[in-house]
């Protein structure tokens, strides 16, 4: 028997959540629900990427860097993405900044950003996504450091739980130079964590 693809398994449990939702007294049958299990299950799988289509993104993404005279360091700062907790499949808001110090590839910036949403498309824990993403900026580009800086809002922690509403999850990795240069680690913790400019 062929394999249900992953929208069809996922339409067939936020069926089952639905009839939960019943159960709890809702009105289901109602117009508001009629396409919510097929909708939900499309929602789902845009906040979780295959590995597979990451992995060749990602490789589409080092493959297109080019050479640069540039050596000074690259920050990619506050980029706004989600992804889910693995704990609770709930989402998470991520404000993400990247650096690296190239030595002779460099990558466009707007890869850079692509590079943290698709990464952040996972069912990952916050500590995992940035040392990959800084993992990924040494080893992949060959660069001489790479830093990651993520805020997160948890949404199972804002919304349900510790209702802790406010609070944001903060972690950094660093390698390479920015591991063994504290200046240089610090001169990337002052610019990512200064508020973003104001555009009007
Ligand atoms: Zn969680």
Do not use: W
Request: charged share 25%; aromatic share 6%.
């Amino acid at each position: 028997m062929k394999e249900e693809t992953p929208l069809a398994l996922l339409q067939r449990a936020y069926g089952d959540i639905l009839r939960v939702l019943r159960q709890l007294g809702y009105p289901i049958d109602d117009d508001n629900f009629r396409d919510t299990a097929p909708r939900a299950a499309r929602a789902l799988l845009d906040l979780v990427l295959p590995t597979a289509e990451i992995e060749k993104e990602v490789d589409d993404l080092v493959a297109r860097s080019f050479t640069a005279r540039y050596d000074e360091m690259v920050i990619s700062k506050h980029n706004v993405c989600f992804g889910v907790c693995p704990h609770h499949l709930l989402p998470v808001i991520y404000r993400v900044s990247v650096a690296y110090l190239p030595s002779e590839k460099v990558v466009g910036i707007s890869k850079l950003s692509r590079l943290v949403r698709l990464l952040a498309r996972r069912p990952v824990l916050q500590e995992q996504l940035t040392q990959d993403l800084a993992e990924m900026l040494y080893t992949r580009m060959g660069s001489r450091g790479a830093a990651a800086y993520i805020e997160g809002l948890h949404l199972c922690m804002a919304a349900r739980g510790t209702e802790a509403h406010e609070a944001r999850v903060v972690t950094s990795a660093v390698r390479g130079v920015f591991k063994d240069q504290p200046a240089t680690r610090q001169e990337f913790l002052d610019l990512v964590t200064t508020p973003p400019l104001a555009l009007l």
